[in-house]
């Protein structure tokens, strides 16, 4: 895509990314009010969004986090005004509070959610499989395979979340946010935006005990007559065949069982169902497609949420239907698919011969054994790799003085900590647990705890727990690592900066003067490449007899270089000095920076294209054989 | 029938830039393209891959194993990380290019017998699933063009090469000149020339080829 296919005017063929198709739906729909916390596989709805915003009259917040996003959208709603966010699988879990509220007091204009589940956990810390979201909360939901459908069924939701008066929920995967395709835009009609008068509208949404209780009932309705309409929606379709066999299926899914009938040569030779509204289900479809079948195949990634639907409708359709899926053990639970996944568990279900998958891995495995792995790692010029060689060398010289330590990472760059060659940190588990988790470690364990946090995910989830340890008296030490930007999305705006959506200005918030002003009385704020200074500041925030925090401040490097670029300001790599270098290998075995290697001497020397020129290996260097390049005048 | 290719490289190297250019191409040769992506941590010199389908008969974003005609790898040590995707005696179009991760170098440190690998090391072990294999010194090509960053716009030039890739030299121009700084323009389409004409000294020798003009 290029921004221009976003701002066509005109219907046309374009190149789009499913997250930039759905962002091109939403404008065609005339979305007013979109919100976002960035969050892979959605990041590139907000980034596009952003991109786009000096073009458009839409107002566009980053927001703290999910469930203020959802707010946001909410608040627009109420008055009547279209709204859209985004978040990944496990943001939704921060947004659910709000999100089964909505189901109850419905909305007016009408609001999308897009959900981004993860499955083969490629950027998250689970699974997750957030289709049960839209049963729990009886919010109708609808699943794209393409950037295609991605960008029609946006648009269509709108219209459904008006109609009935409720949410809409698109439910993706990252093979679909992240799958680029041919998509045909629509024209864009854009109305003018206007502020609402809200006495005018006669509108309320309360729920509350009894309120609650009628409201429920009304839900119920809701969901009887979505399905019924669903029964009608272009977004079910089957494709028929002379056969007793069929498959039903939806999301990327879909995909793959098209490739695997390719592969299997049961093109046309088998009914298929394909399901594009998935909550409520289409009673009345599934039970025509399924009536006159022996024999059903359900593929559908993680969790049996349809095959178990399925089941229920075929007790009453056709009894005696042979339902295979997960429950007869031709599919997993785990990890997402691909076309060899659909092939083999089709093959199983219907007992044909297929043995490409295995054969090809296993042959290829012995290739890979001859080559080093390739973790994700800290970028040349990362602050975190200058903070965290600092925190190491601290513990370490605790660890001989008797003090030893629990080490609570958290959601960001600074994960990345447990991968090897590093491979540090006793838990890690959702935005902002660090802290909580270090809160009830304080009152069980001997060791001190260290919690980390970076700036994004302080502000998005990590404040309730300082607040709660400097209220009850917790001990321990916190990190908070203030890169500037919100770098493992790629780095978005938030508090931190001076900058929020689009590059308009916001204000900066002190992360420090948060901290201080609840009541923090060991704070302090360092360079995190200055490594030397950060070892004794490290150190007396471990010892300290209470709670303490250090800010270690410093730009993401991937940020500050592409702010460079713009500014025109050159990036001056450093090299080893051979004649100087004694080989001693600190840089090596305590850096682990990606622009150095050995050459056939094993000599160190540092790649000029990845060096960032941040200089902390030459602070680190004994033998101060590290230098920067001179640059011609 | 359609044309699968395998992307594989190190974040930073510019893949997904790669895959837009190619694919905005497509859209404007009319032509039905598909893509899987995969990054999102967004961190430099973690491994990255791109399923690239061009053709009417792709449905899936994944290419099926052993269904690639062309691994394109931006990095040497990448290319072996993906061969379930490789055709047997399908085409390989590899960086001479090698970044070392650091657990690697570390290991060289710590122990005195272990040693890198080296391109002619992959190179060996490649030739036991094919012999197509062409060699591009993309970094030095790269840095002739002007703009030592502009390696994956070489090998899109070692792409547009082939009697396989269909995509109009006229679109791909276009599309380069589109999504590229505006700044680096210039550099970015001597690149891909320079990429095309490295491909007619070494992977043209192998399969069938668009002749110069």
Redesign the interface.
Known sequence: ??L?DILSKEKK???M?GNEAIVRGALEADVKVVAFYPG??TSEVLDTFSDALSNFDYQMEITTNEKVALEVCAGAAFAGVRSLTAMKSVGTNVASDTLFVLGYTGVKGGLVIVMADDPHA??SQSEQDGRFFGPNAYIPMLEPS?PQEAKDMVKKAFEISERHRVPVIIRTV??VN?????VQIGELNRGEFKKVKWKELNEEYTTLGEVARRKKLKMLERTAKLAEEFDQSEFNFTKQADSDVGIVTSS?SY??V??AL??LKLQNKVNLLKLGTTYPLPKNTIKNFIKNLKKVVVVEELSPYLEKELCGIAKEANPDLAIFGKKTGDFSEAWEY???VA?KGIASALGLEYT??EA??E??KK??E???????????G?PHRGTFVALNQALKIQVAKGQEHYFSNDIG?YS?WIY??ISRGDSSLCMGASVGVANGLSHVIEERAVAVVGDSTFFHAAIPALVNAVHNGNKFTMLILDNSVT?????QYNPSTEFTAGGRQGKKISIEGICKAIGVEFVEVVDSYDVKGNVEVFRKALDYDGLAVVVCRRECA?YGDRNKRRRGEKIVPFYVDKDVCKRP?VC??TF???A???DED?QPRI?P??CDGCSVCSRLCPIQSVKRTEVKA | MSLNIFICGVGGQGLVLLTTVIGNACAKSGIKVVTGEMYGLSQRSGAVSVHLRIGKDAFSPLIPYGEADILLSLEAIETLRYLEYLKKDGIVLMNKRIMHPPIETSKLITEKDSKYVTVEDIVYKLKEWTQNIAVVDALTLAKESGNARTENTVFLGCLSALDAFKVKEKDIRESISEAVPKKTIEQNLKAFDLGKQSAHGSLCTLVPCRPLP
């Open positions: 895509m290029v221009k063929a374009a190149f990314l892979a596989p490629h950027s393409s990252t093979r992240h799958q680029s395709g041919i990327v995909l793959h098209l490739e390719r592969m691909n076309p060899n092939a490409v998958t090809m891995v042959e290829a290739f890979k001859t080559i080093p792995a390739r973790y994700p790692t800290f970028c040349a990362c760059c990345m090897p060659p770098a493992m999305t790629g780095q991937l290998y090596l075995r682990y920076c990606p150095y290697e050995l094993r790649s294209e990845l």
